[in-house]
């Protein structure tokens, strides 16, 4: 699959592109805030979700406004209608090709549950709160602050393949997740590719979303039949939901 040539990316900006040193120090700063006021805050989910607004939803765009660059540098634009498509086969298959590979990551790690023990505290005891703020707020959020702030910052620079190389390492070092860190690298070069592909962050926040709100509602048994169906040909499930992936992704990258 070709990447998008150091032309057409360049094409994202209104005159020169940012410097990589400027959308690293500013993704830093959104990052470092957000670390800031989750800390001091206690850590609950509103907490966490006002922190993640504020922090890589807010930061981003401050700076983008302090240095006068336009809000098309995040990616702030409609998407073509293609990339959403896309996006959405993207967002509801995803979260199973992470499960399976998080599966043998979590046994030869020796995790038995600790790294998600909290969130499934959550899940429990807060599901409709839980499933609607961990869906909406890193769906918005991480992907203005890694999709949009960094890769996109980054590709006219240093091009699309390294742009979205770093902002799915950012992507993953931010969850703090040995076990989850090789399936939320993928998701992030999946994302990075939609995004880049089509200049918009958009289309990643819908699949980032989508991804959340069906596996933390499996989570909290609210798709049963789903997971009913999953069990009874698990391998045949993944067969699928890499198809499904596979061809959202090749939708998002056409362009009309």
Same mark, same amino acid.
């Given at each position: 699959? !070709? +990447?998008? $040539?150091?032309?057409? *990316?360049?094409?994202?900006? /209104?005159? $020169?592109?940012?410097?990589? %040193?400027?959308?690293?120090?500013?993704?830093?700063f959104a990052v470092a805030t957000f670390l800031s006021i989750a800390m001091a805050t206690g850590? &609950?989910?509103?907490?966490? !979700?006002?922190?993640?607004?504020?922090? =890589?939803?807010?930061?981003?765009?401050?700076?983008?406004?302090?240095?006068?660059?336009?809000?098309?540098?995040?990616?702030?634009?409609?998407?073509? *209608?293609?990339?959403?498509?896309?996006?959405?086969?993207?967002? #509801?298959?995803?979260?199973? #090709?992470?499960?399976?590979?998080?599966?043998?990551?979590?046994?030869?790690?020796?995790? /038995?549950?600790?790294? *998600?023990?909290?969130? &499934?505290? =959550?899940?429990?005891? *807060?599901?409709? @709160?839980?499933?609607?703020?961990?869906?909406?707020?890193?769906?918005?959020?991480?992907?203005?602050?890694?999709?949009? =702030?960094?890769?996109?910052?980054?590709?006219?620079?240093?091009?699309?393949?390294?742009?979205?190389?770093?902002?799915?390492? @950012?992507?993953?070092?931010? /969850?703090?997740s040995l076990v989850r860190a090789a399936p939320t690298f993928l998701l992030g070069v999946i994302l990075g590719i939609v995004t880049i592909r089509s200049?918009?962050?958009?289309?990643?926040?819908?699949? /980032?979303?989508?991804?959340?709100?069906?596996?933390? &509602?499996? !989570?909290?048994?609210?798709?049963?039949? =789903?997971?009913?169906?999953?069990?009874?040909?698990?391998? #045949?499930?993944?067969? %699928?939901?890499?198809?499904?992936?596979? %061809?959202?992704?090749?939708?998002?990258?056409?362009? +009309?």
């Open positions: 699959m !070709a +990447s998008p $040539d150091q032309k057409r *990316t360049s094409t994202l900006y /209104h005159g $020169d592109p940012p410097l990589a %040193v400027d959308v690293a120090l500013a993704f830093v850590g &609950s989910l509103p907490a966490v !979700a006002a922190a993640q607004l504020i922090g =890589l939803g807010a930061m981003p765009i401050l700076t983008t406004r302090v240095r006068r660059r336009p809000l098309a540098d995040l990616g702030l634009i409609v998407p073509p *209608t293609r990339a959403i498509a896309g996006a959405a086969l993207i967002g #509801v298959a995803i979260w199973y #090709v992470d499960l399976r590979l998080v599966a043998p990551l979590s046994r030869w790690l020796g995790d /038995h549950g600790e790294s *998600t023990r909290e969130l &499934s505290t =959550l899940v429990t005891t *807060t599901p409709i @709160a839980t499933i609607v703020v961990l869906s909406v707020v890193p769906g918005l959020c991480e992907e203005l602050a890694c999709r949009g =702030l960094l890769g996109l910052g980054l590709a006219a620079r240093l091009g699309a393949p390294l742009a979205i190389a770093i902002s799915a390492a @950012a992507f993953a070092a931010l /969850h703090v200049r918009s962050v958009v289309p990643a926040m819908l699949a /980032h979303a989508l991804n959340n709100l069906i596996a933390l &509602s499996l !989570a909290a048994g609210y798709l049963r039949p =789903l997971w009913t169906a999953i069990e009874a040909g698990p391998d #045949v499930a993944l067969g %699928v939901a890499i198809g499904l992936v596979t %061809v959202g992704i090749g939708i998002a990258w056409r362009r +009309s």
